[in-house]
């Protein structure tokens, strides 16, 4: 099974910061990595997809970027409504697998 | 606008059954293979299985835990969605999405999720 390692797990930061979390996968998935936020109570929802291409809708604040090993979700400029767990997921092979999540709060 | 409406949770004593519906609309569902993803409470997201559209003979992949306690099925012409769940675990406890999964295999839409609770 791909395991995929989120850093950190727990993210404290102000309205305006600049933050990046990273995923690590445990072999290569060249570009097959989605990024997905969930918020209190509700399902996750699409950010990124393909490692690096926005979901329709989503805020360009969010971006993403890596392949092979190595991924980053960065959220530039931090919103109230951006407070919330992000997980990355790989697709490359099944089992298919979830980081294990990014708890972003407010400082 | 796609909508997914899982039912069918509720309380289970360990080792019984329970299956879960999803109702799907806004899509044209035949087309798209759907997954089941859960969560337990206070955790991560797990993935449970997915089901293949017609044309890839409704085929199914799972994960190890739940491989051969859990089945996935659809009804096309009633555009739903279904998990079969026997010798029910206390760690089977979490809330059930399902989800649509787009041409590129990526989650496009979740359901609200199903509360699913194993306890004696």
């Known amino acids: 099974d791909i395991q995929l390692t989120q850093s950190p797990s727990f993210l404290s930061a102000s309205?305006?910061?600049?933050?990046?979390?990273?995923?690590?996968?445990?072999?290569?998935?060249n570009s097959n990595l989605a990024w997905h936020q969930q918020k209190p109570g509700k399902a996750p929802k699409l950010l990124i997809y393909a490692a690096s291409?926005?979901?329709?809708?989503?805020?360009?604040?969010?971006?993403?970027?890596g392949s092979g090993t190595e991924f980053t979700l960065t959220i530039t400029s931090l919103q109230p409504e951006d407070f919330a767990t992000y997980y990355c997921r790989q697709l490359q092979s099944y089992p298919i697998t979830f980081g294990q999540g990014t708890r972003l709060e407010i400082k | 606008e796609v909508q997914l409406v899982e039912s069918g949770g509720g309380l289970v004593q360990p080792g019984g059954s329970l299956r879960l519906s999803c109702a799907a609309s806004g899509f044209s569902f035949s087309d798209y293979y759907m997954d089941w993803v859960r969560q337990a409470p206070g955790k991560g997201l797990e993935w449970v299985g997915r089901v293949r559209k017609r044309t890839n003979s409704y085929t199914t992949e799972y994960a190890a835990s739940v491989n051969g306690r859990f089945t996935i099925s659809r009804d096309d012409s009633k555009n739903s969605l279904y998990l079969q769940m026997s010798s029910l675990k206390t760690e089977d406890t979490a809330m059930y999405y399902c989800v649509k999964?787009?041409?590129?295999?990526?989650?496009?839409?979740?359901?609200q999720g199903v509360l699913v609770t194993v306890s004696s």
């Not at chain 1, 291409?53 to 970027?65: I, N």
């Not at chain 2, 295999?105 to 359901?111: A, I, P, R, V």
């Open chain 1, 15 to 29: 309205v305006g910061d600049r933050v990046t979390i990273t995923c690590r996968a445990s072999q290569g998935i």
């Open chain 1, 53 to 65: 291409t926005l979901q329709s809708g989503v805020p360009s604040r969010f971006s993403g970027s």
């Open chain 2, 101 to 111: 999964v787009d041409s590129k295999f990526y989650f496009d839409y979740w359901g």
